[in-house]
């Protein structure tokens, strides 16, 4: 967290979105099926901040896509 900022979830079909401040142009995709069963596919209105910690804090959810954008 010191080097790339604190990361935000954002989650979507295909699993979870990372993306940090410091990078808000590069978004990373969590393997959804890496995750334990009782974390995949929360919905967005549902997904609460001890959620986020939960599954950031999962160390064998694998990143399986790479996202650039260039939107602000």
Not at 11 to 29: A, E, N, Q, W
Not at 34 to 60: S, W
């Amino acid at each position: 967290m010191k080097a790339y900022g604190r990361p935000k979830l954002s989650p979507s079909g295909d699993g979870y979105h990372v993306f940090f401040k410091r990078f808000p142009l590069v978004g990373f995709l969590l393997n959804d099926a890496d995750l334990p069963a009782q974390l995949r596919g929360i919905p967005d209105d549902v997904l609460t901040k001890q959620h986020e910690m939960e599954i950031l804090k999962y160390r064998k959810a694998r990143i399986v896509a790479i996202e650039l954008s260039t939107e602000e």
